[in-house]
């Protein structure tokens, strides 16, 4: 099977390499697609460090062409889209509900591979045979995005503001909406505006000017917003962000930041307008359940988000349009829309 390495940073190998041994409670998966997420392109350029060579990809989506001795509920043929964490689930924040952050997650090697083979627990079952694979290889994502939102605990009507326009902030205003939330999205890009807007966004902000707090007081006639979630990589936007809410405002940093830039934030705000700050990284499987369920209802739209399509070789090129900001989500199209 061909399988594409990043075996240093900002070099990738196509490697011819045998099928792949799997174990009785395994299930093997031919990719379908699989989408390029900006953490890949942080290892990509040497941003994060992790052991190399790595074969990377973990939002995909496929269908199981072979299956373990000791698993009874996938089926051969069944369409699918695999987790990639694979989480030890006896650590204390397995056993805690917090297995997004297991302290002892394995890695196993990614989806920018025609094969990919997983343990049974990490394979979620399309339901509706006309979701489509590359639909389904949002899964990962959104159920970040889902598991951001809900720490932002709205309530309908209140107003939310998402800070950034690309594919994670086009998936967190979806979800805010599904929350019962008035959506004001800002970007600097126009063309991530104007697909905000038809995603559903009920105010499309101009962040290119930086007066975005008076753009969302006036929008919520003064009183600011009632959740933020910051979806672009820098410590001063967060701080803009904190000065957009209003009393009682929530905020998620939802983007790692790299490299590590201390907030100058005055703890006056936080006090005196009783605002709550958290953080969310990563997802559960029940985080990942949801968002395919979301996906395959069609009550978050994905597609729209697709920019760009390649071959499994063309996938430097893909990185390199990621790591340039050029377009949205680079979708891999390595089995194609594959039949059972
Ligand atoms: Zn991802
Ligand atoms: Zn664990």
């Not at 099928?19 to 390029?36: H, K, M, N, P, T």
């Not at 350029?45 to 996938?74: C, F, W, Y």
């Not at 964490?85 to 090697?109: D, E, Q, Y």
Request: aromatic share 6%; with cysteine; charged share 20%.
């Amino acid at each position: 099977m061909k399988a594409m390495w990043l075996v240093e940073p900002g070099r990738f190998e196509l490697r011819d390499q045998p099928a792949y041994e799997f174990e009785a409670d395994q299930v093997l998966v031919r990719i379908a697609y699989a989408g390029i997420c900006p953490w890949d392109v942080r290892v990509y350029l040497g941003k994060k460090n992790v052991p190399l060579p790595r074969l990377m990809g973990h939002e995909a989506s496929g269908i199981v062409t072979q299956v373990g001795k000791d698993v009874d509920h996938i089926r051969v043929g069944q369409r699918v889209a695999p987790d990639f964490i694979v989480k030890c689930g006896v650590c204390l924040n397995c056993r805690r509900g917090r297995a997004n952050k297991c302290s002892n997650p394995r890695f196993p090697n990614g989806a920018y591979a025609e094969y990919a083979v997983l343990p049974h627990q990490n394979i979620h079952l399309l339901e509706n045979a006309t979701t489509s694979f590359e639909s389904a290889a949002f899964m990962e994502p959104l159920a970040c995005v889902f598991r951001g939102q809900k720490m932002l605990r709205l309530v309908p009507g209140e107003t939310e503001l998402v800070i950034g326009a690309g594919p994670i902030g086009l998936m967190h205003l979806q979800i805010a909406r599904l929350f019962g939330a008035r959506v004001m999205v800002a970007d600097v890009l126009p063309e991530r505006l104007a697909l905000a807007r038809q995603l559903g966004a009920h105010a499309i902000l101009d962040n290119s000017n930086g007066d975005l707090k008076r753009a969302v007081m006036d929008w919520t006639n003064g009183c600011g917003a009632d959740a933020a979630v910051v979806t672009v990589a820098a410590s001063p936007v967060v701080l803009q962000a904190a000065e957009c809410l209003g009393d009682g405002g929530r905020l998620n940093i939802f983007a790692g930041i790299y490299p590590v830039a201390p907030l100058p934030i005055d703890p006056n705000l936080i006090h005196y307008k009783e605002l709550v700050l958290t953080g969310s990284a990563d997802s559960t499987s029940q985080d990942m359940h949801a968002a395919l369920h979301l996906i395959e209802t069609g009550q978050v739209r994905v597609e729209e988000l697709i920019s760009h399509r390649l071959p499994l070789q063309q996938l430097p090129e893909g990185f390199e349009i990621v790591s340039k900001q050029q377009g949205l989500k680079v979708m891999i199209e390595i089995g194609g829309n594959l039949s059972p």
